[in-house]
């Protein structure tokens, strides 16, 4: 009686111990391909990232440590630009106008998405797809055109606003000539531009809340208010702190909506009323190619109060969703 033996087949998570060499380099070769190959998927991000994002930051920090002229000679003066910045009149000023604006623009911003988002959250509504539209159309135009439009809006003379209030008895107001009226109108503007996009974000963070969540509290008696306050803004905190640091980094480089409104003048009004930190930059720099050193130190400037606002957003919203 003869026993026969089976042997087990080797495994397919190594080559055979006497495989030919074509067979082990193409081992080798698909063990590489799945360890690395992702890296190289990503490797685009990061290398434009460097090129467009990292090194101009770089380049423009080493150029705030001199008396940068673009056309001239570059003399090492430490950190002079930014004391300098410290007793300028004309910068805090800017930063004044800018952090003005941004409130005025970004927490009626906010709070208007937020109420357009649920609104449109309804599974009763009709004709969603078209609200939607309608609400992001305002982004997709032009922001010079945006501009224009408002600023004719706003003229004192002839103005549809001035008229409207006239007809309340409201005599013909300067939007341009007062720091808090200028403040008004071009947070009306950027409110106008960006409230359907943030809209558009917080419907989709709404729309990812599972259902039966709102089919359990109604369950258990709690009204639609009880619900979007129990419910909606909890499961909705990771999207509207995405949302809250878009609108702060943007708010905070404010310069198209306040340049046009003041026909192009770099200044911000005639006595620099609504002059934001990125104009200001803009006429240290390539206004002026002789402070262009001064100008990168502005930049900076502007970059550090994004960082620390932001955090300070991340922070304040995640505790108070809570």
Do not use: C
Request: proline share 4%.
């Amino acid at each position: 009686m003869s026993v026969s033996a089976t042997k087990a087949p080797p495994s397919r998570g190594a080559p055979a111990k006497h495989a030919s060499p074509g067979r082990r380099a193409r081992y080798r070769f698909a063990r590489w391909d799945l360890k690395y190959s992702p890296y190289l998927y990503i490797a685009p991000f990061f290398v434009l990232f460097g090129i467009f994002g990292l090194y101009p930051m770089v380049w423009t920090f080493w150029m705030s440590l001199h008396d940068w002229d673009l056309v001239g000679t570059h003399t090492f003066i430490g950190l002079e630009n930014y004391t300098a910045l410290l007793s300028d009149d004309y910068f805090w000023n800017a930063v004044r106008n800018t952090f003005g604006m941004f409130v005025l623009a970004t927490v009626p911003q906010l709070a208007l998405a937020l109420f357009l988002a649920n609104l449109l959250n309804r599974p009763l509504l009709r004709a969603r797809t078209f609200f939607r539209m309608i609400i992001f159309v305002p982004n997709v135009v032009s922001v010079a055109a945006v501009a224009i439009v408002f600023g004719m809006l706003f003229q004192r003379d002839f103005g549809v606003v001035n008229w409207f209030l006239s007809l309340f008895g409201v005599d013909a107001i300067d939007w341009r000539r007062e720091w808090w009226t200028s403040w008004t109108a071009i947070s009306v503007m950027v409110d106008w531009r960006w409230t359907g996009y943030n809209t558009l974000i917080l419907l989709a963070g709404m729309q990812a809340i599972p259902r039966d969540l709102y089919e359990a509290a109604a369950m258990d008696g709690a009204s639609a208010w009880r619900q979007f306050w129990n419910v909606t803004l909890p499961m909705l905190r990771p999207t509207f702190v995405f949302v809250v640091i878009l609108s702060t980094i943007g708010g905070l480089q404010l310069f198209v909506e306040p340049l046009i409104f003041n026909n192009g003048n770099i200044i911000g009004g005639t006595q620099r009323e609504f002059q934001t930190v990125q104009m200001y930059m803009f006429e240290n720099s390539i206004h002026n190619l002789s402070r262009a050193g001064y100008g990168a130190a502005v930049a900076w400037a502007l970059f550090l109060m994004i960082v620390v606002v932001s955090v300070l957003n991340f922070v304040i919203t995640r505790r108070s969703v809570k």
